[in-house]
């Protein structure tokens, strides 16, 4: 339909001439000249005004969004919303204006209006599933983890089913299972669903193995996994094969300590580790109620921009209470040491965590905190002969954790040994019959 009439004459010549002319023009020009053009074509240059919108909306000379990036993103996706439905490129333009635009609704706390974009973006994508008959519905992940951010993990629980279900047939060849996976564990998790969590908890570890045994994967990635299906075991009460679970992390951690990898390089086992590092303390962490909630299971890459900022910026205050609780520990442990010891290895995890994803020299900046907390851990084992030891095997299963990341398998094995020590598993195989029930992964 032809809006010529509607628009000023002058105008149309000159945002041609704009398009037309030789020489750069800036983001802001072209924007401009569009939203003329796309009064009168508006087949030829809506598309052409949504993309225009969203790269004015962030500058990336300087590294900065637009000061009315989200009104350029709102705009983008009105743009894209009235492009024909027949025209074939309007889904793809659509979901990605969809997305920038919940970015910056997410980013500025807006985040029930955030939400639902999630859901119009998984809405396109069903749509263009049901063309192309691929079950991988595109938006999935992301509804689930913004559904798991709100603390609805029945549903977040659901769609990562649906999702998972879709990548197996493809196996890991499919890039993101193994992450899916984590997603997905720890949205049944935290639904109350444990034989489904334990169960797919089974699919990773198996999945881990064979690629590790088959050179594909980092002997690492390996032993997270177990030692993330050991402490979702314990927590459902299933001591048995649990221990039976860290006899084989115990196992595969000698040879990697004898041998290093049988992979040259691995350029995502530090990440792995990082989003499975809050699984071994997940008892440590407790959250004020109605505030959003990191989406346990994924990497800081998928949080929402507000979750993510509140996230690490709780390790100053966390810091702060630390140092004060110190304080009172030292005069009085009986009342606080234990307390202490908790909020410290949440201290560390959060601070693992942060500075895994800032840099690929994490190891230096959070190792004074994984042996302080061993240091602690040590005093609480001491303090309390009963409940500490079981404490201090966890704080330095995190340092084993801690060491297997940073490629010092030596160290880590040393303090994996000891962790069992403390658990009373040193000799666990010993004179013991191995069955279905006991066998890792059985």
């Known amino acids: 339909m032809n809006h010529s009439g509607n628009v000023d004459q002058d105008d149309i010549v000159r945002a041609r001439n704009v398009l037309l002319a030789s020489g750069r023009r800036t983001p802001r020009e072209e924007v401009d000249a569009y939203r003329v053009l796309a009064q009168v074509s508006p087949a030829a240059y809506l598309p052409r005004l949504a993309k225009a919108l969203q790269r004015l909306s962030y500058d990336t000379g300087s590294g900065r969004p637009h000061d009315a990036c989200l009104a350029l993103r709102e705009e983008a996706v009105a743009a894209a919303r009235a492009i024909d439905p027949a025209e074939p490129a309007r889904a793809d333009l659509l979901y990605d204006a969809l997305d920038s635009c919940q970015r910056e609704l997410y980013a500025q706390g807006r985040r029930t209006e955030g939400l639902a974009m999630r859901a119009e973006m998984l809405a396109v994508g069903r749509a263009q599933a049901d063309l192309t008959r691929d079950p991988r519905v595109r938006g999935l992940r992301d509804w689930a983890a913004g559904l798991s951010e709100e603390g609805r993990f029945a549903e977040a629980a659901d769609a990562l089913t649906e999702w998972v279900g879709a990548l197996l047939p493809h196996g890991p060849n499919s890039g993101s299972l193994a992450w899916s996976l984590l997603e997905w564990i720890a949205a049944l998790d935290a639904a109350g669903r444990p034989v489904e969590a334990l169960a797919a908890f089974e699919i990773l570890v198996d999945m881990e193995a064979a690629e590790a045994a088959n050179d594909r994967g980092p002997m690492a990635c390996h032993f997270y996994s177990l030692l993330g299906y050991a402490h979702m075991l314990d927590t459902y009460g299933r001591d048995e094969q649990a221990t039976a679970v860290r006899q084989a992390a115990l196992a595969l951690l000698t040879e990697l300590a004898a041998t290093g990898e049988r992979r040259s390089s691995s350029s995502y086992q530090a990440t792995y580790w990082a989003v499975l590092l809050p699984f071994y303390g997940a008892d440590t962490e407790r959250q004020a109620s109605g505030e959003p909630r990191f989406p346990s299971g994924s990497t800081p890459m998928v949080w929402t921009p507000d979750v993510k900022q509140r996230y690490f910026d709780s390790r100053i205050t966390l810091r702060e209470e630390v140092d004060s609780l110190a304080l009172r520990a030292a005069e009085d442990p009986d009342q606080h040491l234990a307390e202490l010891v908790r909020l410290h290895r949440v201290l560390t995890v959060r601070s693992a965590v942060y500075w895994e994803q800032c840099t690929h020299l994490f190891a230096e900046r959070v190792r004074p905190l994984f042996n ?15 409940d500490g030891p ?12 801690f060491h297997t990341a940073a490629r010092e398998f030596g160290p880590a094995l040393d303090d994996f040994r000891q962790a069992l020590s403390h658990l009373g598993e040193a000799d666990w195989y010993n004179g013991r019959e191995v069955t279905p029930q006991t066998r890792p992964g059985g």
């Open 372 to 386: 302080e907390g061993v240091s602690l851990a040590r005093q609480l084992s001491r303090q309390d002969p009963a």
């Open 390 to 401: 079981r404490t201090l095997a966890k704080v330095l299963i995190d340092r084993s954790t």
